[in-house]
């Protein structure tokens, strides 16, 4: 994967981190724990409707987020590093993605840094994972889908996979963003994977 040119001064993998305001805001907060956990230096630029969302969705706060990330970067920070093609990563993953995020990555209208920094993954031919949420869905949200998908990036909603039996959310939340990482082929070790780790009933 051309992204595999992403390493640090210090051999560590980059991965940028984009949480918006789509409901479940807990698939950006655990990826990070994820990535930290790899050893993934991680780039984490949150939206406001994020910030929200995680008040009255999770008891996290906030400043604790914000240390799960190797580097912070402010939303309207467009002369962020990320923000540049030269600055290498193995791509990007939001999580979850909104459906305005997602139009503004499908019409390449880039008002903040996190559409921007996208539009740079793209460019560069990186790879984009955008674990949209919403339902049900509509022919603009479908259309957009399609346009990103002819992008380059990869629309994955957090479907839970039921085929493992996951006994908790925890577990559905984290063979999710497993299935992502193998994307980047990074394994986060939170994958039942078929044929490997079940066996399938009579």
């Known amino acids: 994967m051309a992204g595999r040119k992403s390493k640090t001064s210090g051999g560590k993998d980059r991965l940028i981190v984009g949480i918006t305001g789509a409901s479940g805001v807990i698939y950006g907060v655990r990826l990070l724990e994820l990535l930290r956990a790899l050893e993934v230096e991680s780039h984490l630029v949150m939206s ?4 929200i969302a995680l008040a009255h969705e999770t008891d996290r706060k906030l400043a604790a987020v914000r240390r799960l990330a190797d580097v912070v970067h402010p939303v309207a920070d467009i002369a962020a590093a990320i923000s540049s093609g030269s600055f290498r990563t193995l791509g990007m993953v939001i999580a979850p993605c909104s459906m ?18 996208a539009d740079v993954v793209l460019k560069e031919r990186r ?18 889908m399609l346009t990103v998908t002819e992008l380059g990036a990869i629309v994955m909603p957090p479907v839970p996979a039921l085929y493992g039996k996951p006994a908790s959310i925890e577990a559905m939340i984290d063979h999710s963003l497993g299935r992502a990482l193998d994307l980047f082929g990074l394994d986060a070790g939170t994958v039942a994977r078929w044929g490997e780790t079940s066996k399938r009933r009579r």
């Open 127 to 144: 790879r984009l994972v955008l674990m949209v949420r919403e339902t049900p869905l509509h022919a603009v949200h479908l259309r957009n």
């Open 100 to 117: 305005r995020t997602l139009a503004e990555i499908a019409t390449g209208v880039t008002t903040s840094l996190m559409s921007r920094a």
């Open 48 to 51: 406001r409707s994020a910030e």
